[in-house]
């Protein structure tokens, strides 16, 4: 039972109408005052109005009620560019175009070539 049962007020009602719905309710069930007493209810009654007089938490409820509803999503799958770039405006030098076509592990003796070049070239063969 939402909050807006318990109090019997349209979803969309102003404060005005949910603060008399309060106390009208409020003046029925208080265990002090009303004639059907019920504590448990007035809690009840309490707690919705707590919650639907207060417009941040009353923000919060409203979308809790509203259970969201998957959005589908179409996702194609990755694909490798086999074209070669011929130019990059990030660079002057074009592209290899043999670029894209490389394997793991030619990707890894390349860049364990280079690596070995640019240390060679730094620090001389190891004696």
Known sequence: MSHYDVLRVP??????????AFRRLARQYHPDVGTGSSPERFRE???AYETLI????????DQSLDYPKPIPIHVEPLRANRQPY???P???????????ALDFAQI?????????????FRWGRLR
């Open 11 to 20: 979803v969309d009602a102003d404060d005005g109408t949910i603060r008399s």
């Open 86 to 88: 011929r130019s990059s």
């Open 54 to 61: 207060d417009p941040v938490r009353r923000k919060v409820y």
């Open 45 to 47: 009654v309490s707690e």
């Open 108 to 120: 890894v003796d390349r860049m364990f070539a280079a690596f070995e070049e640019e240390f060679f």
């Open 90 to 100: 990030f660079t002057t030098r074009p592209v290899p175009p043999d670029h894209f």
